[in-house]
């Protein structure tokens, strides 16, 4: 894949940063998390940043740690915020993979996982339902890969893995949203 990134995308729970360190691991690349960089920079969990600078803000500050992420010349596997959806500008010379599932799988894996650092409400499954649907354009605009989330985040990576080694090579080895 010519050390390009592969980034991660969609909905909170998904599963990103599961899947995502075992694709690191199998593709021998370095992995970066939004959630893990966002605490580093700020000191301070997703949902405590909403709540200090509302949702505006908090996607600012996402926006800006993975364009500097995407800036590295070291290959990486990203897990990207879920506000990706949100950007302007597409995820430069990355190969893209959108981790689809359903809203009641991603309620579930938030609810089991305990990850108190999202910013949503205790009933989380309508919310989900809401954000998903007016980002699933984006998500679909940005994916050069569609992968629908397996029983198990083994099985999504070599799901991922094996759509990353069908990518026809003109496609691996360059932006696929250039036209070049």
Known sequence: MSGRHVVLIGMMGVGKTTVGTLLA????????????ALEEATGKTAAEVQQLEGPDGLHKTEASL?????????????????????????????????????????AANIARSGQHHRPLPADS???????????????????????DVGSDPVLTTERVLEALRALPLGRRDRDPRSGA
């Open 25 to 36: 691991h199998q593709l021998g690349y370095e992995f970066w998390d939004n959630d893990a």
């Open 125 to 147: 499954e309508a919310l989900l339902r809401e954000v998903a649907a007016d980002r699933a354009a984006a998500y679909t605009r940005l994916a050069d890969i569609v992968i």
């Open 66 to 106: 993975l364009e500097a992420a995407l800036s590295s010349p070291v290959p990486k596997v990203i897990a990207a915020p879920g506000s990706v959806a949100l950007l302007p500008a597409p995820l430069r010379g990355a190969i893209t993979v959108w981790l689809r599932s359903s809203v009641h799988r991603e």
